[in-house]
């Protein structure tokens, strides 16, 4: 891969090819995207789609350590289907995810956990809300193999 800088300060001469030995360190050096993570959460979502879900263009990435929980802000419409995923890429790790309404009372749900027949470890929750407004839905690792923070990757699809 080649890499151009200016040699005038950026004023407007020709550039100066670099080549991958003289190139300098990214300016962004954060992992690649698309994640392992991102990759088996927007897999396992997909699998909505063949019941009329939409998959929601955002996500949410993040590293959680056992025990630790995320909580994100979600605006959801009654009258709409909601499917929560969260996916990791190591093995047997225990996800659990549960949805809040905005005075923090947990609402009942349907959940699916990937009981290890896929690579990575996967967890779903189904919900519909009768109201339309602000809910809150809690990731957390109940279990991690190692026991070191990992990767999660939370997508949502509704319909």
Not at 67 to 76: E, K, R, T
Request: one cysteine or more; proline letters at 9%.
């Amino acid at each position: 891969m080649l890499a151009a800088s200016r040699s005038d300060g950026g004023k407007g001469s020709d550039p100066k090819f670099l080549t991958d030995q003289e190139s300098p360190e990214p300016l962004n050096p954060a992992p690649p995207v698309p994640t392992e993570s991102r990759r088996l959460a927007l897999e396992t979502a997909a699998a909505f789609e063949n019941e009329g879900f939409r998959i929601r263009d955002s996500e949410w990435q993040n590293s959680l350590s056992k025990g630790q929980s995320a909580f994100l802000q979600i605006c959801l419409f009654s009258g709409n289907q909601y499917w929560f995923v969260a996916a990791s890429p190591t093995n047997a790790v225990k996800i659990r995810m549960v949805v809040y309404d905005p005075s923090g009372k947990p609402l009942k749900s349907d959940s699916w956990q990937d009981g290890g027949a896929h690579p990575g470890s996967r967890a779903a929750l189904g919900f519909a809300p009768t109201i339309s407004g602000m809910y809150f839905v809690a990731v957390e690792f109940l279990d991690i193999p190692g026991g070191s923070p990992n990767d999660v990757c939370f997508v949502y699809a509704y319909k």
